[in-house]
């Protein structure tokens, strides 16, 4: 069966290197000719002619699959929709990546790029939602920097445990995780005896209240 005009994208992801042949393809003559590519002129650079380098296309193509890791079906698509902050700033920074490392040689009219090349409202949209992923994160970082975290560890003989060098270990909600994941999550954290009646403090169960320890 024919590859499909997503088929490169997995190929690629497994083995980046592979985009590297577009450098010997693309003279420095022609990069400064940055092309514009439709879909169907981009699927003949799939792998399947040896005469043709590999492209990747990414914000465009299978974009999603970036996060994803689904190559098939659903998840070969260049809809972000639904997606994080956290996860559309991860897939702007797979573009900045190929972008630094390997050759860059042209747009994919489609969501993000019109016929001319030009940035779409979508890529704008995308750009924006990543910087504010970017912008929540540091926030958060600072935030949690205010209360240590727990150290962790785990072996397969004796588990998981937490343990804190001075305070007592607690799950606390992270406040901004909704509006980088869509979802709630928790972190351990160390308190202070005279902060253990703070709100939103959970105590981890079957754990002492003041037990510097904790198993997970």
Same mark, same amino acid.
Not at 12 to 27: D, E, I, P, Q, R
Not at 64 to 77: H, I, Q
């Given at each position: 069966?024919?590859?499909?005009?997503?088929?490169?994208?997995?190929?690629?992801?497994?083995?980046?290197?592979?985009?590297?042949?577009?450098?010997?393809?693309?003279?420095?003559?022609?990069?400064?000719?940055?092309?514009?590519?439709?879909?169907?002129?981009? #699927?003949?650079? %799939?792998? !399947?002619? /040896?005469? +043709?380098?590999?492209? @990747?296309?990414? $914000?465009?193509?299978?974009?999603?699959?970036? #996060?994803?890791? %689904?190559? !098939?079906? /659903?998840? +070969?698509?260049?809809? @972000?929709?639904? $997606?994080?902050?956290?996860?559309?700033?991860?897939?702007?920074?797979?573009?900045?990546?190929?972008?630094?490392?390997?050759?860059?040689?042209?747009?994919?009219?489609?969501?993000?790029?019109?016929?001319?090349?030009?940035?779409?409202?979508?890529?704008?949209?995308?750009?924006?939602?990543?910087?504010?992923?970017?912008?929540?994160?540091?926030?958060?970082?600072?935030?949690?920097?205010?209360?240590?975290?727990?150290?962790?560890?785990?072996?397969?003989?004796?588990?998981?445990?937490?343990?804190?060098?001075?305070?007592?270990?607690?799950?606390?909600?992270?406040?901004?995780?909704?509006?980088?994941?869509?979802?709630?999550?928790?972190?351990?954290?160390?308190?202070?005896?005279?902060?253990?009646?703070?709100?939103?403090?959970?105590?981890?169960?079957?754990?002492?209240?003041?037990?510097?320890?904790?198993?997970?």
């Amino acid at each position: 069966m024919k590859p499909t005009k997503f088929s490169f994208v997995a190929a690629v992801t497994v083995s980046a290197a592979l985009v590297a042949l577009a450098a010997l393809y693309f003279s420095p003559a022609r990069r400064q000719q940055q092309r514009i590519f439709t879909a169907e002129e981009l #699927v003949a650079y %799939n792998g !399947t002619d /040896d005469a +043709l380098p590999i492209l @990747l296309g990414i $914000l465009g193509d299978a974009s999603r699959a970036f #996060v994803s890791g %689904n190559f !098939t079906g /659903d998840g +070969l698509t260049d809809s @972000l929709h639904g $997606l994080s902050s956290t996860e559309v700033k991860s897939i702007v920074e797979w573009r900045d990546f190929y972008f630094k490392s390997y050759m860059y040689v042209g747009r994919l009219v489609g969501r993000y790029y019109d016929k001319h090349g030009n940035p779409t409202k979508y890529l704008k949209g995308v750009e924006a939602k990543a910087k504010r992923g970017a912008q929540l994160l540091e926030k958060q970082k600072k935030e949690e920097a205010k209360q240590p975290s727990c150290n962790s560890r785990w072996s397969q003989d004796e588990g998981g445990k937490v343990w804190c060098d001075e305070g007592y270990p607690r799950l606390v909600q992270r406040p901004l995780e909704i509006a980088l994941t869509g979802k709630m999550s928790k972190r351990c954290a160390c308190f202070r005896k005279d902060q253990l009646d703070n709100p939103g403090l959970e105590v981890y169960s079957g754990c002492d209240p003041l037990s510097n320890t904790c198993a997970v």
